[in-house]
């Protein structure tokens, strides 16, 4: 009997103590962070940063809705208090709460590998796609895909530019032909209109303050053309351009600071940045991640974030440096953390 008080009151204890426990959910601003996990293996979920107080709450979609979000989250985009998480292989795009990040709807889009999503308004929304030449028009307020829009070839990141959606176009390597491309959308009857080939990949659309476009594009080792960042007005006339030193440079992951005035991209291990004003891309520093393989950068804070994926099995870690490239911050997050959504509400 004696034996089993104590034992009683340990197990009355513990209980107690599991009760209390509460999950750190979000409750103010943040960094959401989009983990694609493994094809195949369904173990893509969201993890949310919190800056101020560098705590970090991962499986956030399932721990709140009780199932998996799918497999291979690809990007996530926040609107107001909603955001759109895009998942690949499971061709759907779920729509969540902010920051509760209860579910709102799932909106499925038949035989697709969506991408990348924009919402245009408070129903209407471009979705990117992987394997088709086509951008799909959704009505998200009801699930519904409303019409495709045909491109040339598959694509990416998406802005707006006023009355104008412009798109990456994707360069396809097993077509000699192919090249990287910015595909102009005109929004009012979500035509086609025309598109800007460059001979590399694009890898990277921004917006400046002038409300000019900046992409990114690799080089084209088959013509010898080394890779560039390219400035655009809203016609695709060319305002400026740089080309990289040399062969062998791959910028990509192009984002822009809160100004509009500040490019930084990707190189290899290496963060670089550059005026619009006066392109002459430096690094601003050196990454001692072992495999970097997604950035972006805070537009009110100038934060860059950084993932490292590792060994595309084990959890991916994160950097947080600030502007000036010193490291304020690292954690774990989920697998393969691929896209950085950040909400200041």
């Known amino acids: 009997m004696n034996r089993i008080i104590p034992l009683l009151i340990l197990f009355a204890c513990l209980s107690s103590c599991h009760k209390d426990k509460t999950l750190d959910l979000p409750k103010s601003k943040g960094v959401y962070i989009v983990n694609e996990g493994n094809f195949g293996f369904g173990n893509a979920d969201v993890s949310f940063y919190n800056p101020e107080t560098k705590t970090v709450t991962n499986d956030l979609f399932k721990t709140v809705n009780g199932y998996s979000i799918g497999d291979v989250a690809q990007s996530m985009y926040i609107k107001d208090s909603v955001a759109f998480i895009v998942v690949n292989n499971s061709a759907k795009i779920e729509m969540v709460k902010i920051p509760s990040f209860q579910k709102i709807r799932t909106i499925a889009i038949s035989g697709s590998s969506p991408r990348f999503i924009l919402p245009l308004n408070d129903s209407i929304a471009y979705v990117t796609e992987l394997y088709s030449n086509k951008i799909h028009v959704i009505n998200y307020q009801t699930g519904n895909l409303k019409a495709d829009i045909s491109v040339p070839q598959y694509t990416e990141h998406l802005i707006r530019v006023d009355e104008y959606v412009f798109a990456e176009g ?176």
């Open 170 to 345: 994707k360069k396809i390597y097993s077509n000699a032909s192919s090249k990287g491309a910015v595909y102009r959308i005109r929004i009012a009857d979500n035509t086609f209109v025309d598109k800007k080939e460059f001979a590399g990949d694009a890898g990277g659309i921004v917006q400046d303050k002038n409300k000019n476009i900046w992409i990114a594009f690799d080089e084209d080792t088959a013509t010898s053309t080394k890779a560039s960042l390219v400035c655009l007005d809203k016609n695709l006339n060319t305002v400026a351009q740089y080309s990289m030193s040399s062969l062998g440079l791959h910028p990509n992951h192009l984002c822009m600071d809160g100004n509009g005035e500040a490019l930084f991209f990707l190189e290899g291990k290496s963060i670089y940045s550059s005026s619009i004003s006066n392109l002459q891309p430096t690094i601003l520093f050196t990454s001692t991640a072992s495999n970097v393989y997604s950035m972006d950068v805070d537009r009110v804070s100038n934060d860059i974030y950084l993932s490292d994926a590792l060994d595309y099995v084990q959890s991916s870690h994160i950097y947080r440096h600030d502007k000036t490239g010193t490291l304020i911050h690292s954690f774990t997050a989920g697998v393969v953390s691929g896209n950085f959504s950040f909400t200041h509400e």
